[in-house]
Antibody
Framework: EVQLVESGGGLLQPGGSLRLSCAASGITVSNNYMSWVRQTPGKGLEWVSVIYTGGSTFYAESVTGRFTISRDNSKNTLFLQMNSLRVEDTAVYYC???????????????WGQGTLVTVSS | QSALTQPASVSGSPGQSITISCTGT?????????VSWYHQRPGKAPKLMIF???KRPSGVSDRFSGSKSGNTASLTISGLQAEDEADYYC??????????FGGGTKVTVL
C-alpha cells in the first residue's frame, strides 16, 4: 500500500522560509514523478512543482524562483523548500505521485493527507 | 499557465446523468491525452477517478466515464447517487512539462 506522509507545515510571517517533507512508503520516490499540489482553504487545487525520475524539476509560475523541490533517495523522502513566503502561499500542501506508466499514468494516483502552511503577519 | 475552466456547480437528481466540462487550450488538453479527474470531499485529499482521458483506476465505479474533444474534456457520472456529492477537479499535463488543474465543480445531488 502506498503511503505519503507530509510534515513541516506551520504559521509564519511573510518573507519567511519553511521546508516541507513527504515521507513515502510502498513506493520508491525516485522511480515516480513526484509533485506538490496546494489548496487554498475553501478554494481549488493548484499544481506547484514536480521532480521527474531523472531529477529534472519544474515549477508553477507563481512559485518559480522562491520554491525548490528535491528528494533524498536514501530516505525515500520528497521535500519542498519554500522561501520568500507570501500571504497568498497560505494553503494545504499535498505531495502526490504520478506513476507515469500503467494505471494512473500522468494522473496523481496517490496523495498524502496534506500539511497546512499559514503565512500571516 | 491559466487554470482549466470548469462550471462552478452542476446538480442532478438520483439516477440521472450529469456531465462536467473542462476547457483548456492547445497547450494542454488539446495536445495531450493526459487528462485526469479527481473527486474531493471536505477535509479529505483528492481521489483519482479518471486518468488518460477515459481510463478508470481499479476500484472506481464504471458509472464514471471521461472523454475529450479538441481542447475540452468531460466527465460524465451516470446513475447519480448521493455519495457522488463532492467537488470534482480536472487536470491536464501541459507542453511546459507541468500540470494544470481546473477551478473545480461542486456536484449536488438533489
Amino acid at each position: 500500500e502506498v503511503q505519503l506522509v507530509e510534515s513541516g507545515g506551520g504559521l509564519l510571517q511573510p518573507g519567511g522560509s519553511l521546508r516541507l517533507s513527504c515521507a513515502a512508503s510502498g513506493i520508491t520516490v525516485s522511480n515516480n514523478y513526484m509533485s506538490w499540489v496546494r489548496q487554498t482553504p475553501g478554494k481549488g487545487l493548484e499544481w506547484v512543482s514536480v521532480i521527474y525520475t531523472g531529477g529534472s524539476t519544474f515549477y508553477a509560475e507563481s512559485v518559480t524562483g522562491r520554491f525548490t523541490i528535491s528528494r533524498d533517495n536514501s530516505k525515500n523522502t520528497l521535500f519542498l523548500q519554500m522561501n520568500s513566503l507570501r500571504v497568498e502561499d497560505t494553503a494545504v500542501y499535498y505531495c502526490a505521485r504520478s506513476p507515469y506508466s500503467g494505471s494512473g499514468s500522468y494522473g496523481f494516483d496517490s496523495w498524502g493527507q496534506g500539511t497546512l502552511v499559514t503565512v500571516s503577519s | 499557465q491559466s487554470a482549466l475552466t470548469q462550471p462552478a456547480s452542476v446538480s442532478g437528481s438520483p439516477g440521472q446523468s450529469i456531465t462536467i466540462s473542462c476547457t483548456g487550450t492547445s497547450s494542454d488538453i488539446g495536445t495531450f491525452s493526459y487528462v485526469s479527474w479527481y473527486h474531493q470531499r471536505p477535509g479529505k485529499a483528492p481521489k483519482l477517478m479518471i486518468f488518460d482521458v477515459n481510463k478508470r483506476p481499479s476500484g472506481v465505479s464504471d458509472r464514471f466515464s471521461g472523454s475529450k474533444s479538441g481542447n475540452t474534456a468531460s466527465l460524465t457520472i451516470s446513475g447519480l447517487q448521493a455519495e457522488d456529492e463532492a467537488d470534482y477537479y480536472c487536470c491536464s499535463y501541459t507542453r511546459s512539462n507541468t500540470w494544470v488543474f481546473g477551478g473545480g465543480t461542486k456536484v449536488t445531488v438533489l
